[in-house]
């Protein structure tokens, strides 16, 4: 039991920590914290259905780099599933920047429960240190691939906050497309790579990560006053 209690805590905290950095980009307008409680947890949820997905794409495809990439795209389809299902239809999406944010909340707690089990597995078999290390790269890693994705999601979306359906709709058909990109990208890096090299494919995690606060302020200048009357409808 004290296993299971570790792992929770070792996968939410630092997911917790980084949602508390983020939402630090709105903090003039902040988002309902239910609204993000929600978007948390279905993040959370939707790894269920991303498990059997990728399961049943597991046993049907052997081919490692057809596998990778398709694993990358279910997770990034659920993700963005739940985060339409739990937030962008509510009356709190009232802004540009709070696609981002939601996108971003659903992501960590993917990112949360996902971290949980990978932690737990070496935990059970007794293995403390390794445990410890995966914690460490995953909220390093892939903790910050599934941000970075989603949040470019969320970074098309609100670039079309202000023009009509048609136009929203092709934005997050983009977004998605450029989300799965990134992550097979890392996905197809880390198999392909020591765990030495593994660090020099975090490191442009990170830089993707600095490219995402330069776009959270791009992001905070769009308004309805840069958008052509015909594109409203």
Request: one cysteine or more; glycine letters at 8%.
């Amino acid at each position: 039991m004290n296993l299971v209690v570790y792992a929770v805590l070792a996968g939410i905290i630092p997911s917790l920590i980084w949602l508390f950095f983020w939402t630090r980009e709105d903090i003039t307008h902040p988002e309902s914290r239910f609204i993000l409680t929600l978007s948390f947890f279905g993040g959370m949820l939707s790894v269920a259905l991303a498990i059997i997905a990728e399961k049943y794409v597991g046993n049907v495809f052997t081919d490692p780099t057809i596998r990778y990439t398709l694993w990358a795209a279910i997770e990034e389809i659920v993700k963005f599933l739940a985060v339409l299902s739990v937030a962008l239809f509510t009356k709190q999406n009232d802004e540009p920047i709070d696609a981002m944010i939601y996108c971003i909340t659903v992501a960590l707690g993917f990112a949360a429960l996902e971290n949980t089990l990978f932690i737990l597995g070496p935990l059970s078999d007794g293995e403390i240190i390794k445990s410890v290390v995966t914690g460490n790269m995953r909220f390093m890693g892939a903790t910050l691939v599934h941000v970075v994705s989603s949040a470019v999601v969320g970074f098309a979306l609100g670039l079309a906050f202000y023009r009509g359906y048609f136009l929203k709709i092709v934005a997050g058909i983009i977004g998605l497309g450029v989300a799965i990109t990134f992550h097979t990208a890392f996905n197809l890096s880390i198999i392909a790579t020591g765990t030495l090299d593994s660090l020099k494919v975090f490191s442009w995690v990170w830089g993707a990560v600095v490219i995402l606060i330069i776009l959270f302020e791009e992001i905070k200048v769009v308004h309805p006053q840069t958008v052509k009357p015909n594109e409203l409808v």
